[in-house]
């Protein structure tokens, strides 16, 4: 699995995230961030150019070499951007370090999502924000249905994405206190589009 892992999966990482049906989402959460910012799985940098110039400081976590590389070729804001190449479940930052965390299309594949929400909320300033959109746990039976069957095959092929995460549930379980959520389907399979967006602050 190396060669699909190192190779080929960034690849397909970065092509579904080009899908243009993101960019309203990305819009909305990106430019909501601001002061010291430490967005969550930075990717193949898709989410750079929509930061505003409310940040001061862009911290860019990702554990995936392939996708850094990506990344800093991506189109960057004014803000200067730090790389750093680490697990969202050990962020090597202080405690109550950032003004806003970011996570988009992220906790899905996070192994232990639970331990990074805990880490989010550590590094989260008392007054600080966590600004999120996920797709995960639909409210219908029979598509969580289907989405509990696919999702072990679909952990293989997709870097370990889960469909079937509750992901509001799980904010709130990491001790934040939802502010804003907003859920439904976008256009697309319904198993994979069910999403979650909103902002929530540490309890």
């Known amino acids: 699995m190396g060669f699909y892992n190192d190779i080929i999966l960034p690849r397909i990482c970065d092509l579904a995230m080009r ?7 990305r819009e909305r959460v990106i430019g909501a961030a601001e002061g010291r910012v430490l967005e969550i799985g930075i990717g193949s940098g898709r989410n750079l150019p929509f930061y505003r110039p409310l940040v001061t400081d862009l911290l860019a976590l990702e554990p995936a070499p392939k996708l850094i590389a990506m990344a800093r070729e991506a189109p960057h804001p004014g803000t200067p951007v730090n790389f750093i190449e680490a697990s969202a479940e050990a962020i090597p930052l202080d405690d109550s370090s950032v003004d806003t965390v970011v996570t988009t299309w992220t906790l899905c594949s996070i192994p232990d999502a639970a331990m990074a929400l805990t880490e989010m909320r550590r590094v989260l300033r008392p007054a600080g924000k966590l600004l999120f959109v996920e797709h995960g746990m639909a409210p ?4 969580r249905r289907w989405q509990d069957w696919l999702t072990p095959a ?4 997709s870097g370990g994405c889960h469909l079937n995460r509750p992901i509001s549930t799980m904010i709130e379980a990491a001790g934040f206190r939802i502010d804003r959520v907003e859920t439904g389907y976008m256009p697309g399979p319904k198993a994979m589009t069910f999403m979650y967006e909103g902002s929530a602050r540490p309890n």
Do not use: A
């Open 19 to 25: 899908n243009k049906q993101l960019r309203p989402y």
């Open 140 to 143: 219908d039976k029979n598509v």
């Open 154 to 157: 679909w952990r293989c092929i």
